[in-house]
């Protein structure tokens, strides 16, 4: 049996990660364990790999994630020794054949599965806002179709509406017809003729729908495909030349990261965020420096944290009197990212009540963010020994949580069940989770 060839590319990024062998393997397996391939490896499979076994093809890519988290920058699979992955053609098509494989995998049950079993990545190759802008040329035109404003309102009114029916029943009612109406709609729009001003604010329209797509996806836990259409939305943001609308999807990415507990990653983005939109007006400047200083406590920079929440405050005091729709921070966002912060230094009392004003602000439309971030401060609550108070709370997202079809609201009466368990010799607690019972099948 010939010998192999020790991985040396692979040892020294095992020696720059501090890992031992049990611990590199243990990473491993939690990444696998993340997107639901539960994987058994141990210390004697990454001293086989060191000395030149290969992973298994599905691995590699769960191997080179787990490495790039704890390095915290990109791990290619020529930096770890391994060969070049198996080519797939949605990686070499343009913008528009990209967006129509991406909503067709979505809208088809067959495929759904491939998109939404992939992994949220740390590693994801973000595109600057130079390469997106030159990525124009990617979308065709075609000569016999051609586009006007009213095409592009008509794009810009339905990716209202969609969002509009997300806020209030969810993303798993909405996302299905957002990515048919992509794939039907949008995709031909963008591949017909028309004038400059058509056709950019086509590009604009599709980047913001693209990128409430991907937040549908993230309601659901599908956050692998979330990040292909963050992915789809900047580069229709760049080939517009929309600098607005490629900020927003990076504040996306920046929540969606942070919100699975990769802070710094989530900083790294946020501002990249504030980056790009330096000249944004006050509303737009407080959206971005709001997600700043969340993202800014989670890595423990305090003093980064408190300015760029100043920012926040201060950009709301001389914000426009309307919400606008694209980049829209209201008083409930900028409550809940005071809260967020206190939270992460520890002044728990004062977090609580800012949570509290941020439920207490909270349009009546937003019936899915009503459900979740009540079960988020009803456990704060609970967590500050307020038992009648978190129950009350988990009540009013009960009455809410029926019609609502996310993810997310599962997740959140899911914990509520396991929180509220222990305290059923109450008798708020136990009428609670009766309650809760045959709505969660507990």
Known sequence: MAQRTPNCALRRLF???????????????????????PLRYNESAVHHWLGGTLPREPVRPIVLEAFARQLNRPVTHAQAGFPAPTVQASEFVGTLEGLVELGSMDVDPSRRGLLGAGLFSVALTIPGWQDVVAR????????????GMSDVRMVAAMSERVSQLD?????????PMAASFLI????????????????????????????????????????????????????????????????????????????????????????????????AGPRMRAF????????????????????HLRMAESAMERAETQVQMW??????ALCYHTSQVRYEFGDKARALRAMEEADRVRQSVYQRDRVHYRGLLAERQLELGHL?????????????????????ADDRM?????????????AAARALYERARPLLKV
């Not at 396991?418 to 109450?426: C, D, G, L, S, V």
Request: charged content about 20%.
């Open 327 to 332: 980049g829209s921070y209201s008083a409930t």
């Open 136 to 147: 124009a040329e990617g979308i065709r035109t075609a000569k016999s179709a051609h586009i």
């Open 15 to 37: 020696t720059e990660s501090g890992w031992s062998l049990d611990q590199c393997a243990r990473a491993v397996n939690r990444v696998g364990t993340e997107i639901g391939r």
């Open 288 to 307: 971005l420096a709001g997600q700043q200083a969340h993202a800014a406590a989670r890595t423990g920079d305090r003093a980064g944290a408190l300015s």
């Open 414 to 426: 899911r914990r509520m069940a396991a929180f509220i368990r222990p305290y059923r010799k109450n």
């Open 184 to 279: 039907n709609t949008v995709a031909p729009a963008l591949g017909a003729g028309g004038t400059e001003e058509a056709r950019m604010a086509l590009r604009s329209a599709a980047s913001i729908l693209c990128y409430r797509t991907g937040y549908m996806a993230v309601d659901e836990g599908e956050h692998h495909l979330a990040q292909q259409y963050y992915l789809k939305a900047l580069e229709l943001a760049g080939a517009a030349n929309d600098p607005f609308a490629y900020s927003t999807t990076l504040r996306g990415m920046s929540v969606q990261a942070i919100n699975l507990g990769h802070g710094a990653e989530s900083l790294r983005l946020a501002d990249a965020a504030g980056a790009v939109s330096p000249q």
């Open 388 to 408: 009648e108070a978190a129950c009350h709370t988990w009540n009013l997202a009960l009455d809410d949580y029926p019609s609502v079809k996310s993810g997310r």
């Open 167 to 175: 806020d209030e029943f969810g993303g798993r009612y909405a996302r």
